[in-house]
């Protein structure tokens, strides 16, 4: 395979290439196919970009006849038929049906567009600085956002320009299993000399997707939220990476029963992997002025015509909810005999996730690169996450197939047995 251009000329900054480093050229639902012609079952999926797959047939028809038909594609924030009905679809087949009710922003296109906006709005709304963020918080990597992401590599690359306006607590889980940490948060707000400045907000994700798949319990998230309604605090759902089905229903906080005042969703909101991000609001909380946060790609159109398109195809009953519950269940229960694997062998490893957002602790980043590279040998594309790298999560799309599916699972328990045996 030709790698030397693609090594000579791009920057040292690239990441996922250095764990696959073979050359793309096809791709369909959970399969990729290299330059070789070698498939590749997706348990990555650009990081939970492509919950419907890649290249999804309903999204790519949809697209195709937008283009064919002329359709705006590039219109700064003005009004076209495409956000019309991304609008209409989004309030009929999400909002409606959960009893919510919110305005939509549309920033720029990606994650952290998103985030920064939701928390300058919540900045706005209350007239504090101030942000709540968890451990292990991963938010996006732009300066706002990024001073409410918590791994250090990425706090480090700023240039010495220290990052602003969050305190960070710990997130569920984090002092260990006894411990419920909102207790540290309530005795803060309450106590005048704690040393935490109220916040405008908190943003919280309910899975920590590249925190290392820690989940936060539905009693926590509710607390969260009590918590937050009582001290009159913004409560913000980073739902970029754990939203679209991911967790096993729309928005991951809809298992906890929590309405969030602000929401943000991005990676597979589009569906198709096209840039897109929306940021939801309680409508009494849209304070902006217009144009006071711009932006030239905020809705693009392709994106919300894929966007309408899988919540159409997708959402408008719950036959794919229960078939993502269903397909968590076989993911659970392989991903535990892993586990249950590793430590017979003097490796402890634990399992975790909600829906098909799961991963394997093994305790060590060495040890997860290894089962990671060695799946990969084998035709499985799977990262790791976590701040050593000790997870390996499985980010799969959620319409793979059941024989993709355990084929994946066959891969990675292979990779674990020959790295037990080495
Ligand atoms: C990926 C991610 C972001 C950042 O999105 P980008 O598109 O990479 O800027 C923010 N929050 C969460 C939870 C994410 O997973």
């Known amino acids: 395979m030709k790698t030397q251009t693609l090594e000579r000329m791009e920057s040292n900054v690239r990441t996922y290439s ?67 009905e991304y609008l209409e679809t989004l309030e009929e087949l999400i909002f409606k049906p959960r009893g919510l009710d919110y305005k939509v922003h549309l920033p720029g296109p990606t994650g952290t567009n998103a985030v920064e906006a939701a928390i300058r709005l919540a900045r706005v709304a209350k007239g504090r600085h101030n942000i709540v963020t ?95 309604r009582e001290h009159d605090i913004l409560l913000i759902v980073d739902d970029i990476q754990a939203g679209c089905g991911r967790t096993g229903k729309f928005f991951s906080f809809e298992h906890a029963g929590i309405k969030p005042d602000i929401v943000t969703n991005s990676k597979s909101l589009s569906g198709f992997g096209l840039p897109f991000a929306h940021v939801l609001i309680r409508p009494e909380l ?68 909600r829906g098909l957002m799961r991963g394997i602790d093994v305790v060590s980043g060495d040890l997860a690169d290894k ?17 050593g790298g000790e997870v390996v999560k499985c980010l799969c799309p959620l319409t793979i197939t059941d024989e993709d599916l355990l084929e994946a699972l066959d891969i990675l328990e292979a990779a674990v047995k020959t790295v037990i045996n080495r």
């Not at 299993?177 to 400045?197: C, I, M, N, P, V």
């Not at 089962?371 to 701040?387: D, K, P, V, W, Y």
């Open 286 to 353: 849209d304070m902006w002025k217009p144009g006071q946060y711009n932006g030239t790609f905020r809705g693009f159109n392709l994106a919300m015509v894929t966007a309408t398109a899988a919540l159409k195809k997708y959402w408008s009953n719950d036959t794919f909810e229960r078939d993502i519950q269903r397909k968590a269940r076989i993911v659970e229960e392989r991903f535990q005999k892993l586990a249950t694997l590793l430590s017979e062998n003097g490796m402890p490893a634990t399992e975790r996730g």
């Open 134 to 228: 968890f451990t292990n918080g991963f938010h996006g990597v732009t300066m706002g956002a990024l001073a409410t992401t918590g791994n250090r590599k990425f706090r480090e690359a700023t240039g010495g320009i220290p990052t602003q306006g969050a305190s960070f607590l710990p997130f569920d889980g984090y002092m260990g299993e006894h411990a419920d940490t909102l207790d540290y948060f309530e005795k803060l707000l309450g106590d005048q000399s704690g040393g935490l400045d109220i916040p405008a907000g908190v943003i919280v994700e309910t899975v920590q997707g590249e925190g290392g798949i820690n989940v936060a319990g539905l009693d926590w998230l509710k607390r969260l939220e009590s918590i937050c």
């Open 371 to 387: 089962i990671t590279s060695e799946a990969f040998e084998n035709g499985l594309i799977i990262e790791t996450s976590g701040q």
């Open 18 to 84: 250095r764990s696959f480093p073979v050359v793309f050229t096809k791709a369909q639902n959970a399969r990729l196919t290299d330059e070789n012609g070698r498939e590749y079952i997706d348990f990555l999926a650009g990081a939970g970009t492509l919950n419907y797959g890649h290249n999804n047939p309903h999204l790519k028809q949809a697209m195709i006849d937008y283009l064919s038909s002329d359709g705006i594609v590039h219109g700064l924030d003005m009004w076209t038929a495409a956000k019309r």
